[in-house]
């Protein structure tokens, strides 16, 4: 693939590295490349950050065929630039594009694509303790028509964001509220999918978690209301007798990379690990008797999010004296550690950006 460059002429000024929130500042550059039905994927470029120009009746806007990802680069404390499974994000947007009908990218590509516009603006990677550059690589439909059907033309995107911590808690433990009325996703559906639909669904339980202070919410399965699927950003795992328990992959949850990375870590120390569907009913009895031992969310954003409380149908449980507990520091210290290059990299996680 060959990639065109277009500096920019007028850099922005980079922010304070110690207040930086989540999403809220973009670099100077972007990647981009269209998709033309018979002609495939083509004309690489990599040029100044800005909004892009399109037609009112560009499809992704009525019918919200579009498709994203998310993950992270590190600088080391000797100047290396590290990405954290870049191959992985690209092989699940596929996942995504084929449910979505979008054609598939390259996944090599894709990953060059992501290490070009990284490499133009490693600068803006923070190296203040807690930060890094989130990068979004993401498909939208780009046909200007009205009818539902596939669009025959696309855009990949990547803006990058120099970032803090997603939650404000930060690693401190969150409260998070069980949703026992809405449901986000079931069976057959696209809750498997990174696409801008599901975050949308579920919007209004998330405002109305925000109104209660509660942090996020967690969803139940969307046809027996009583399995725990995922929190709105992030698989969950819980802590019971010392056994650690994620709820399976059934098709309307997210195959979390973190997710993935926290499991692969676990089974290594020699810590039982399964995945499984899990009522929350079990998770509330476990904590009656004094078997629940923490309880933690994964994902790219937060790496690791402990839960220091949950609240189902207004029966509040509070989970390990509200303190971060000491597996959920393991996995958080091991999984940053090998991002940022201060650990040894034992599977071969990392992508150094030359």
Known sequence: MTITIEKTSNPKQKPDQNTLGFGEIFTDH??????????????ARIIPYAPLSIDPATMVLHYGQAVFEGLKAYKTKDGRVLLFRPEQNMKRINVSNERLCIPPLDVDTAVEAIKAVVKVDQDWIPVAEGTSLYIRPFIIATDPH???????????????????????????????????????????????????????????????????????????????????????????????????????LEGSILAGITRDSTIALLKSWGVKTTERRITIQEIYEAHARGGLNEAFGTGTAAVISPIGELNWDGNQIFINDGKIGDLSQRIYDSITGVQNGSLEDKFGWTLEVK
């Not at 990174?194 to 949308?200: F, L, R, W």
């Open 146 to 248: 009205l009818g539902v059907r596939p669009s025959y033309t696309y855009q990949f995107i990547v803006i990058l964001s120099p970032v803090g911590a997603y939650y404000p808690e930060g690693i401190n433990p969150v409260k998070i509220f069980i949703e026992s009325n809405y449901v986000r996703a079931v069976l057959g559906g696209l809750g498997f999918t990174k696409t801008p639909g599901n975050y949308a669904a579920s919007l209004k339980a998330q405002v109305d978690a925000h109104h209660k202070g509660y942090t996020q919410v967690l969803w139940l399965d969307g046809v027996d209301k009583k399995y725990v699927e995922e929190v709105g950003t992030m698989n969950v795992f819980f802590v019971i007798d010392n056994e650690v328990i994620t709820p399976s």
């Open 30 to 43: 972007m990647f981009i490349m269209d998709y033309t039905e018979g002609m495939g994927w083509h004309d």
